[in-house]
Structure formats: C-alpha cells, structure tokens
C-alpha cells in the first residue's frame, strides 16, 4: 500500500519528509502532497486529495434537473460557464431537444469567453510560479472583463449557473454585446504583449522547456485530455472530433505541441487563446445572419418559464410547476455527453429512470484524471520544477474532488 | 480513416466472445453492451488492440447501483477510439454482496484513481490493482456512500426525509 509517510523520526534518515499541502501559496488550491526529498530532488510523493469533496454525484440524484446546475458550477470553478452549458446539452440530448442556431452561438460565444478566462489563469500562474508577476498582473485584468460580460448575461461573476436547459434564461443586452466587442479589441493587444514578454524570454525557457515532458503514448496512458494532450501531439479536442452547439460551422484550428514540456503546454494554451478570440469573432459575425430575441427553444414543456409568465398565464403556470417538482417527461435512458472544459474533456454520464431526479450522474472530471501523474511524474524531479509542472496542469480542485 | 459502424463491432464481439455479450443496445448512438466479470479484461484488451477500432482512450470508469437486481452493481465502462471517432460502453453487473471485478490498471494507468473513486464510493473491489485505498472520502469512514441504502440527509432528523427531496 502507498499510505503517505507524515512524518519521520529517524534522524539517521537521509530523506527529507515536506509536506506540501493542503494550503501551501504555491500549489493554489486544496492539494496535497507528502514528498520525499534527497536535497531538492524529489524521491517519492503521494497526492491526497478529496479535501473539499462534497458528493455532488450523491447530492444530484435528489435533485430535479435544473438544480443540478449550480452544482456544475463548482466543478471547475475557473470556467463555470462550460460545466453550464455541458450540462444544459447532457439533458437536451436526452430529451432530443434541438437548439436553435442562434442560442448554439450564443452558447459559443459564451464557453470561449470561459476557456479564454481558463487559460488566463493558467498562463499567468506559470509565469507567476517562474518569478514573472509583471506578465501575471497584465493579463489578469481581462479575466475582470470576461466575468463583467457574465454579469452583464445572467448577473454573476464566478458561480455563473448561466442559462437554462432549452436555452438561455434573458437575451444578451445590448451592453454585454458592447463589452464583448470592447474585450475583442482590448484583449488581443493585451495577449501580444503577454507572449512578447514571455516567448522567448530566456529566462523562461530554461525554466519550462524540457521539463516535466511527457510522451503521447504516456499522456493516452494515463487519460490525460484537453490542453495536457495536445501539447503532447495528440489533436483530440472533443469540439472537432466530437462537435456540439453548432462548433461544425466554424473555422478555427486546434494547436498541437511536440514535446509535451511545459513550455509547450504553455503555447498551447496561448494559441488555444487566439484561437477563441477568432470563434467568438465569427460567433458575433454569425449572428447578424439570425432573427434577432432568440434566446431558447420553443420546448415549454422543459424550459423554466420567466417569473411574469409564470404569475400571468396558466400554461407557463403549469409549465413552472412541473418541471420545479421534477415531474417532467423525460425518456427513460442514459446518456453520456462530453464537451471541451478548459482542463480537457468534461464528460456527463446520466441515468434517467423516469423519477424525479437522476438515477446516477457521473461526471468525468478531466482536472481529476489529469492529476493521477503528478506524483509518478515527479519522481526526480526537482520540487521548484514540480511546482510549476502542477501550475501548467492548471488542477482545479473543485474539479478535483467534486 | 474508414467508417465502423457498431453492428461491424457487435459482430466482430460476438464472433470472439459468443454469449458472453449480451444485452446489446444503441443509446443515442453509442454502442452498449454487457458482459462478465470473468472476461472483462479480455474484452478490454480485444477492444484496445484488435477490433477495427482500436479503443485506445479509457474515458472513464464509474458504477451504478441497482438495489433490486440480482447483480445489484452495474460497473461501467467508457472506451474512446480517437481515430476513428467512435465511442463505447460496457458494463458489468456484479454481486453487490461480493463485487470483485479484476482491475484495468494493467490495460490503462488511467484506470488507476477511476478504480480508486469506484471503490471509494461504491465499495468495488478492483482485484490486482496496486494501491486500492480511498480517494475523496476519509479512510475513517466505513461505509461506501454511493450506495443507494445510504440516504443524503442525517436520518436521525424527522425534518428531512429524503422522499421530500426528489426521491
């Protein structure tokens, strides 16, 4: 058995014990990791996780639906909006809804804005953990901006429980329309500078490329997706091999890596940035081409009706009731969707028995997969490599545990 | 890269395996069927090796919980052939009084922390793997919490029933 060794009383032992963790400011979240050390060489480590475990597979099958939601939310909390809309989709392809396009894009624009605040996170704590605060402190202020845009789409910042099932709860306005433009302009100045500062920074280089590389054969060994993979050279993004909400209409490219170090990880990332900017642009494009106030499917009998609706006409009254109670129609099947989280692929497996609630909700975590190779990974590590290897994972510990 | 298409796979399945895959169905597109405990590696292996599509990715690995079925755990599998863009499931009903499936760690490294949270949660135990310890729960905690007898809510309260809470 591989039980974490806390301490060690034997001062002949040449081993240093550290433990890292739980809250240590260099890991930035709940993990933690019990080392030994030669020197500053890593000799062995063993992750514990499940420090902020809160059954959310347990606490979902008592509950309708829609309320699984805010759960979702708390999952990778650095890009609430995918988890959302993955969600959203996981029921709508059980109950064979149909979105119009212009949700579809709506939805596009909304889950690029995430993967951009995602990568934000990521990029500027690598450079932050190598000594870089000025770059971290450039970039972070656009993640400001994004959650000022999801404010504006559904009035919260971090825990959005944005839309619904069947759609979006209101339209965007015509204000989250001019911010969105007004971060399309800024952010690209923002980002150029951020990689000119740290692309070929020497500096940088010598900390991350070469370290922490990862073959594709060990990365499909051990689940890992997203980001993580494709720095490794495997272009599997779920958005192009698997495509939801209308992704099959547009144009981007999915950037690969070679050597799956954590410079490559970095430049993924980077790239996967530029690379939203332009989805976004062509998602805003797009929708000069739909009607305009379309804002969910015309399925009342799943979408949460709006509150005067709900207080004004019987339909939308019974409507309201139905599906609050958890008495909805829907098929008696399971169903597993996936969508492209910031980490890698977000999966939901849902078994629907025609109760009330699911009969069993899975959600594959792609944070908690891609976390199972720290500890093997650093064995020969140096620790301050490590450290900034665990920042280029970009492990959310909501999605770690949850 | 050529189409496969699940009866393709189905019949490739059947003519390995015979009656050992039963229970063959088509969810929304993806390819399920069921098999035993004492061929699942096999199964795993022919999938990940020999079949038209290779399913080299363990997506994931979860259980479900049937309290009234004679077999009452469900231990499912996700397969993904990335080439070919095809996905899989397969599951295998065990014993809940007696559930020991053999591991996939010796197929995939993935497996290794999904085994883990199975066992964790439902109380599975993977035969063979290396370090079948819990995950999220505190080793203290002696029961498998997933596990459809064990309710949400403190049932020592009167207040909170689980039945006024969806089920």
């Known amino acids: 058995m591989n039980q974490p060794v806390y301490t060690d009383n034997d001062p002949q032992n040449e081993l240093v014990t550290l433990n890292l963790g739980p809250t240590h400011p260099a890991t930035h979240g709940v993990f933690q990791n019990v080392i030994q050390l030669d020197g500053e060489r890593i000799v062995s480590g063993v992750s514990t996780i499940g420090y902020i475990h809160r059954a959310f597979e347990k606490i979902a099958e008592h509950r309708p639906f829609y309320q699984i939601t805010p759960l979702t939310d708390r999952l990778n909390y650095c890009s609430s909006p995918i988890n959302n809309m993955g969600w959203h989709m996981t029921v709508e392809k059980l109950l064979n809804i149909k979105m119009p396009k212009r949700v579809d894009y709506l939805r596009v624009i909304i889950m690029e804005l995430a993967r951009i605040s995602d990568h934000i996170i990521c990029n500027t704590i690598i450079a932050q953990d190598t000594g870089a605060t000025t770059t971290f402190l450039y970039l972070f202020q656009f993640r400001e901006h994004i959650y000022e845009i999801y404010e504006e789409i559904c009035g919260a910042r971090l825990t959005t429980n944005i839309g619904r099932i069947g759609g979006f709860e209101r339209d965007f306005n015509e204000i989250a329309f001019a911010k969105i433009n007004k971060f399309l302009k800024e952010f690209p100045v923002a980002l150029r500078e951020f990689e000119s500062l740290l692309n070929r920074n020497r500096i940088f280089i010598d900390r991350t490329a070469k370290v922490a590389a990862v073959s594709a054969e060990q990365a499909l060994d051990y689940g890992w997706t997203g980001p993580l993979l494709r720095s490794a050279g495997v272009d599997y993004d779920v958005r192009v091999s698997d495509p939801y909400s209308s992704y099959e209409d547009f144009d981007f490219e999915v950037p690969v890596g070679t050597s799956g170090d954590i410079y490559d990880r970095y430049l993924v990332r980077n790239e996967e940035m530029w690379q939203s900017v332009r989805l976004i642009e062509q998602a805003l494009e797009k929708l000069k081409h739909e009607p305009a106030g379309i804002f969910h499917a015309d399925v009342p009998e799943f979408y949460l009706p709006a509150k005067e609706e709900v207080y004004n006409n019987m339909e939308a009254l019974i409507y309201h009731f139905k599906i609050v109670m958890g008495e909805i129609d829907a098929p008696k099947a399971e169903v597993y969707h996936s969508v492209e989280g910031g980490n890698g692929e977000l999966g939901f497996y849902l078994i629907n028995d025609g109760g009330r609630t699911p009969y069993r909700l899975h959600f594959r975590r792609p944070s908690f997969i891609n976390y199972q190779m720290f500890a093997p990974m650093s064995k020969g590590m140096l620790l301050s490599d490590a450290i900034i290897n665990m920042s280029s994972m970009n492990i959310i510990a909501g999605e770690l545990d949850a | ?167």
């Open chain 2, 1 to 167: 890269m050529a189409e496969v298409t699940n009866q393709e796979l189905i019949q490739q399945l059947t003519e390995k395996f015979g009656e050992k895959i039963v229970g063959i169905n088509e969810p929304y597109g993806l390819l399920t069927f069921e098999t035993t405990k004492d061929v699942i590696i096999n199964v795993l292996a022919f999938l990940k090796q020999n079949t038209l599509a290779s399913f080299n990715f363990l997506t994931d690995i979860t259980a479900v919980h049937y309290p009234e079925k004679k077999h009452g755990i469900a231990v499912v599998y996700h397969l993904h052939s990335m080439v070919n863009k095809i996905r899989i499931r397969v599951k295998v009903f065990i014993d809940e009084h007696h559930p020991e499936i053999p591991t996939a760690t010796t197929l995939w490294n993935a497996a290794n922390w999904m085994e883990r949270e199975t066992y964790d949660l439902f109380g599975v135990k993977f035969e063979g793997h290396p370090d079948l310890r819990r995950i999220l729960n505190m080793d203290e905690l002696g029961v498998h919490p997933m596990l459809k007898q064990y309710p949400l809510e403190d049932p020592n309260r009167v207040d909170k029933k689980d039945e006024y809470f969806g089920r």
